[in-house]
């Protein structure tokens, strides 16, 4: 037999061998529960596997042939978010957050307007949404924004079936567990995955993966209280944190944008930072309530600009990209009549009442809070 | 003492350089699982070279085919 034709057979039988276990780990994963497609879980399990730079690379790639053009028809009407009811009165006691300043005029109908999420919600909605068009470069693009009442609502990390891979004593169903959906408002994502973002998890006081300084946390305390913060306070777990979470460096510091949102492999294994895709983040105001920000083609820096301009102090990003990116906040007591932050969100308002892979916040009322 | 035969049939050779490549194909696989960065990426190139190897063989019956004619 002629070399080539040897070296032919050879190459073919070891790419058979290679196959055997990648299929097996392949077929194993997929034949776990997912409420995603193959497709997605296939993109995962090759994340997963030694192929994130690749996935990245492809991913970066298809977003740069696909970026939208600038400019483009004027928007004649937002997105309807929120109830339109009396839950929007000005209130007498508590803090409200003021309307979002409009990047763009002339303006359209509520934009930057705050609306009760909830029906029946009363004169302090726990949850505010608004939407607004944050980029005069691009005026079809609407930003979608919540307020969270931090002293009426209560945030709780929920691990997903596969994220943290981190061996979890309490790992929970993956979903919003049924008792606690009584008093569920709202449910947003997660950061990215921990392997993609070189950050640390804190959970119910313990470390599942080594805290790193620097990096931008969000924190809920033993006593309930909720901070956005740049971890400082070495690899291990503070007596007081019962989770902390994560995700690359603040995008926004003490008012101020990060200087550095330009790329770096501290945003890690990930589109890059100018490529428009689906980004989301968490920034926290000056009054300590949380705000939850999401829109479609967005880069970093524009992410963090709709933050700011929705009152931010500090703001992480969270999970990027279609799959990945929902608020969802829920009409009715006891997780009824699920609702998408923004209508082109990809994922089901039902995302994350079954099993969900990736890990997510829940935002439930406070006990002695009522409807 | 077994001496090696001097004259071995076609049959034979060809079974020793199949277990020949056939040990040399599973040493480059072991290379390849532990020097690649995990499955994905083996399973990945693994697709790749098969896809490759195919339409070499594919180019090869068409040549062949044509010759004959």
Known sequence: MPTARRARRIVLLAAIACLIPAGVSYVSAMSEKHNVGLGISSVEWLRQNGGNSLVSEIENWYYTLTAPEKGGAPLRSLPQVGIASAGATTPKKAYRPPRVTPVIHPTLPGEGVWKPAAAGAGSEPPVLLTTFRSDPSYPQFVAGVAWIDSARTRLAYVPGLAEPPEPLAHRGPGEVPAPERKRLVATFNGGFPLETSNAGLIYRGQVKETMVNGIATIVEYRNGKVDLIRWHQGPGAPAGVWFAKQNLPPIIYEGRLNPNL?????????????????????????????????????????????????????????????????????????????????????????????????????????????W | MVSRPRRISAEAAARRALLVDALCAIALALVALTFCAGLGIVGVIAVLTLIAIGLWFATEALVHTLKRR
Do not use: C
Not at chain 1, 262 to 282: F, H, I, K, Q, Y
Not at chain 1, 300 to 319: F, M, T, Y
């Open chain 1, 262 to 370: 330009s790329d770096g492999p501290e945003w890690g294994e990930t589109v890059n930072n100018a490529v428009r895709v689906w980004r989301s983040g968490l920034g926290i105001d000056r009054h300590g309530n949380l705000l939850y920000a999401a829109a479609n083609y967005q880069t970093v820096e524009s992410l963090a600009k709709i933050l700011q301009r929705a009152g931010a102090v500090r703001a992480l990003e969270l999970d990027i990209n279609e799959d990945w990116t929902s608020f969802i906040t829920y009409r009715h007591p006891g997780a009824l009549e699920p609702s998408n932050l923004l209508p082109e969100m990809f994922r089901s308002p039902e995302r994350y009442l079954v099993p969900d892979e990736r890990d997510f916040f829940s935002v439930s009322l406070r006990r002695g809070q009522e």
